[in-house]
């Protein structure tokens, strides 16, 4: 850019010799344009990052623990260790939750459900997320077609190091972890875990009064995964096993109601690659990915003589490639991008026909700006068909989404608006004595008005927003978590404050870095004015929630605490006392104390989760576990 080139010359002149310099006083040197590339400040957008020695010291062990303190946030959990854990966000439906692991998402065409608490945080540089989707050149079609978006980022490594780490805790959980890394090429990581999950419960409502110990909530799981990097290409190997006890929800006396005895096994592969390459100004970027998950159910009278024999298998497989392009200048940035995914399942369930979806996305974006001000259009086209006996009919939309933002000094302003659709999954549309062909695609419209500081130290967030959820799909477990009731509510408006306050010191040896968040939401069934549950708040809807993180370092000692609290809601859309889940609150604190040994280090670890041995449940009858410990001891060199 012309702007450049005096400062370009003043740096030539200091570098120069004097003498060498007054010779060619008299001679013009042309230096050809140098365009500038900046990162976008994730801000421009709503967004919530947790990062760097926050992330590793919170007393979590999935992506699904880190995410429950982001503001707006509901984790569904459905009780024990290995339960289902999937994001709700801002009460819009886990099937509205783009969730993305090195910017290639992760997919579920079956369900639509993406259990978190498959995803290590061992190996995570970032985890981020986005209402609408970020504002950023060089993304992909499925980029912008969820209402939320989350991204987990792995690291790059920048040494070469080995670790090896053996941790224990209560229920009976015991872990082992291995990971290689070479510096700027690879790295491998690999665990293994088991817990028996049985952890000690009491249960109370002005019906019951229910104390026992959780069944069923065992799980034996390992994972191996790789990555490799070189320049502008990354390729990421993932597999996971497991074999877990699906606990089923607390019914009266346990002497004499249904438990669950229901086991799952699960395989999880995927193979990813992505290219990225810039040039003055152009960008390109390409992905490709293959995944396979293997899913069996079972359900046995012999060990449990109440239910009905159940031996289900699935098998699905999903293709995805895309391609963007950008074009870039000083005020303009044009991106056009494809998507293209084949995903099939089989399933050996009774009358279950063979079906496999293509689903294609067209993108065009359009970044615009000037002095602080910028602007964002984009415009997203989907088709999506289903290749089965009796198929639902082609589905094809097209929708828009609005970004507006101004930026000067450490204050910003923005606004969006953004329409977008689910399309049903397969269970929905297909599964046997639930599907309905004719089911409608869920849309959601959003409205956001927000406003960021950000200094060096300290930055703060304020949103205001409303959502309008059109033909909304409630997914509620039945008897147990594999077989749910799909209950459609019609019309939802949802309205809601959400700020968040984050502050980073370092003093010496000294380091503090805290992260503040809280919610304010009310969500409305508006289906019928002739239906008793018109203006009823939807299930699992609190109206505050709020969360508190802060971490505390000193000279190799890292000492983390955290707080959460979901405020009172009701399980059920008929909003009766006895439905009510009362609020709770959880504190949980991690010690590190790292030391040193020439040049190998050692790091032991402690952490206590729920201190305060709250009894609550996330879903209803499905109880959390109280108090409990872990140690660890991790030898890295």
Known sequence: MNILRPFTALAIAMLLPHSTFAQRLDSIHTLQDVAVVGVRPHYLTPSQTLKGSMLQNL????VADALKYFSGVQIKDYGGLGGLKTINVRSLGSQHVGVYLDGIRINNAQNGQIDLGRYSLSNMESVSLYNANRNERLQSASEYASAATVYMQTKRPTETTYMLEYGNGSFGLNKLKGYFALKNLLFIDAEYQHTKGNYSFSFHSEQEDTTGTRHNSDITFYRIEAAAFYKGLSTHIYYYNSERGLPGPVIRRLSDQWDSTDRQWDQNFFVQSSYKHSWQHFGLKANLKYAYDYLHYLQDPQTNASTMYCNNHYAQQDIYGSVAGAWNTRYLS???????????LRA????????????????????ASYRGFEANVALLYTHIADHTRSAAAPLSRLTPMYLASWHGGPWTVRAFHKRIFRAPTINDLY????????????YTSQWDLGADY???HLHLALD????????????????????WSMVNFGLVKSIGLSTTAGYDRTWGKFALSANANYTCQQDRDYSSPLDPEYKNTIPYSPLHSASLIVDL??????????WLYTGNRFALISNNKEDMLGAWQTVDLKLNKRFSIGHQSLQTTIECNNITNSRHEVVKRYPMPGRNWKLSVQWSW
């Open 59 to 62: 007393s979590t062990t999935s």
């Open 334 to 344: 044009l991106t056009a991008s494809t998507d293209l995914r084949w995903t099939d």
């Open 348 to 367: 050996d369930v009774y009358k279950f026909a063979y079906v496999y979806r293509t689903d294609s996305k067209s993108l065009l974006s359009a970044i």
């Open 431 to 442: 599964y046997t004595l639930v599907g309905n062909t004719q089911l409608k695609p869920e």
């Open 454 to 456: 950000k200094d060096h």
């Open 464 to 483: 205001l927003y409303y959502n309008r959820i059109e033909d909304k799909i409630v997914a509620i477990p039945m008897k147990c978590q594999f077989r």
């Open 553 to 562: 370092g000193y000279d190799g000692y890292s000492l983390c605490t955290s």
